[in-house]
């Protein structure tokens, strides 16, 4: 995957693990380490202005069309897990984020991963093959 990287904006969150996220041994269940990729990349939003309602308000929506997670180590019931959670600047009609998920407790990384989503129109479900113009400027704003 090829990016024209001028400027990665990141942003990073800490999650307290629950007890209903960790099975019988208290291990953390798989799937949620995507939940946490997404807490991540809504908290980047809200703090670089990029949310969800911003799309949604332009009549369009962002959905994940790829998702990846590389399992280093496992989160156990009561750990905080630091998530950092990094825009990867393209020229495509995209938005490509990177994650790696720390253990708080000594810094370990617990989690490597990306997720790509595309932009759709919101009624139609129609793939928008250019950057929509508010993105266009965000991006120019950003530096990015």
């Not at 793939?127 to 120019?140: A, G, H």
Request: negative net charge; aromatic residues 14%; charged residues 25%.
């Amino acid at each position: 995957m090829e990016h024209e990287i001028s400027k990665e904006l990141k942003h990073e969150i800490e999650i307290l693990i629950r007890f209903n996220e960790a099975d019988p041994l208290g291990i953390v269940w798989h799937g949620h380490y995507i939940r946490y990729f997404e807490d991540a990349r809504e908290a980047f939003g809200k703090i670089h202005g990029l949310g969800y309602l911003d799309f949604f308000k332009q009549n369009i929506v962002v959905p994940i069309v790829h998702a990846e997670c590389n399992y280093k180590k496992s989160l156990r019931f009561g750990d905080t897990v630091r998530v950092e959670a990094t825009y990867l600047p393209c020229e495509a009609a995209k938005m490509v984020f990177t994650y790696i998920l720390y253990n708080a407790k000594d810094g370990s990384i617990v989690a490597t991963g990306s997720t790509t989503q595309v932009f759709l129109e919101r009624e139609q479900q129609t793939l928008i093959l250019n950057n929509p113009p508010f993105f266009q400027e965000w991006k120019q704003k950003m530096g990015v």
